[in-house]
């Protein structure tokens, strides 16, 4: 398996260096009047009150080694968006109101440390943080947890093998490529660069997957207004999906309705199949050697599953109103 090799990433003894665990207690900044009085019902109802949205301000080098004790194996999901190696350092420029003038806002001691995206040795600095992280969210995953890491360009190829290290090739899911611009790049020597890259790992073949649908995308849009065209007269559209089995299926080969079974079989049992007649829910042919079809309705058609190609979710904007209805 190939391996990146920065200065210090192995002692004298060439043993690998163990991130740096310094555990810190939490504490408590700021609680609204709702967070404490749902504290007291939680409770005075038996429930643990201590983990509910807790959000946590700090470096993750003490923040993730301070979270071990509690939840070491016991994390199912982490997604991280970390420092995609740009160089940048996320001052910001704005207009002053009612003035021509504008503002250069400057990153205190504390956000240049927390936002901003430079690495004094280089990449070689940002790897070793890189990996340190890694192997902290690692320990905190359950046997079949899983973990999506969002990057760029910049860095999604060193991470890919650092991942492979921290986790093992075989528990690579996917690489999912998030379309984040729709509007065309212009550059005069290069394509124009409109991705993100989520990597997907998971520890364990038994990690948990729901798949997801979608009936959002141009793709799918088009494919209901071509496919689900029939109503039968009470304007329910539908589409009519075969039911011939894909492979040979002798314990399938039986008449229905007099209609004989394709070669490989049916797609169901003939309980099934009584069962989709009985709900009209079948297409039957005028002629006894027509093809029976299901009718697939639009109204509970849940969408073509979504691939790893994602181009259906447009980036937040700065003025954009995040909702979730």
């Known amino acids: 398996m190939a391996e990146l090799i920065w200065d210090g990433k192995y002692d004298e003894h060439g043993h690998k260096r163990a991130p740096v665990r310094i555990e810190l207690p939490f504490q408590t900044v700021n609680e609204s009047v709702q967070a404490r009085q749902r504290t007291l019902e939680l409770s005075s109802s038996g429930h643990d009150p201590e983990w509910r949205n807790r959000l946590i301000w700090g470096d993750k080098k003490y923040v993730l080694p301070s979270l071990l004790s509690e939840f070491a194996g016991k994390v199912d999901l982490i997604y991280i968006d970390p420092p995609f190696d740009t160089g940048a350092d996320f001052s910001f420029n704005t207009l002053v109101p009612e003035s021509d003038e504008s503002f250069t806002k400057e990153p205190s001691m504390l956000e240049q440390k927390a936002y901003r995206d430079t690495w004094g040795l280089g990449v070689a600095s940002y790897l070793k943080w890189l990996s340190d992280t890694l192997s902290l969210l690692r320990e905190l995953l359950t046997e079949n947890g899983a973990i999506y890491v969002h990057l760029d360009y910049h860095v999604v190829h060193y991470a890919k093998i650092l991942l492979d290290e921290t986790f093992g090739p075989d528990e690579f899911v996917n ?17 124009g660069i409109v991705n993100d890259t989520i990597l997907f790992y998971a520890r364990g073949q038994d ?15 088009n494919y209901i207004k071509e496919r689900f065209i029939f109503d039968d007269g009470d304007g329910r559209k539908y589409m009519k999906s075969p039911l011939i089995n894909p492979l040979p299926r002798p314990n399938l080969r039986y008449s229905f309705h007099g209609v004989q079974p394709p070669p490989t079989g049916w797609l169901y049992s003939k309980q099934r199949l009584d069962d989709m007649f009985a709900n009209n829910e079948l297409v039957m042919p005028k002629e006894k050697t027509g093809r029976i079809y299901r009718k697939i309705y639009a109204d509970t058609y849940p969408g073509q599953v979504i691939q790893n190609i994602w181009m259906d979710i447009p980036i937040v904007n700065p003025m954009a109103l995040e909702r979730l209805d």
């Open 207 to 221: 990690h948990t997957f729901h798949s997801q649908y979608s009936k959002e995308d141009d793709n799918t849009k």
């Open 175 to 191: 690489e999912i490529i998030w379309r984040r611009k729709t509007s065309a790049a212009w550059l005069s020597n290069q394509f």
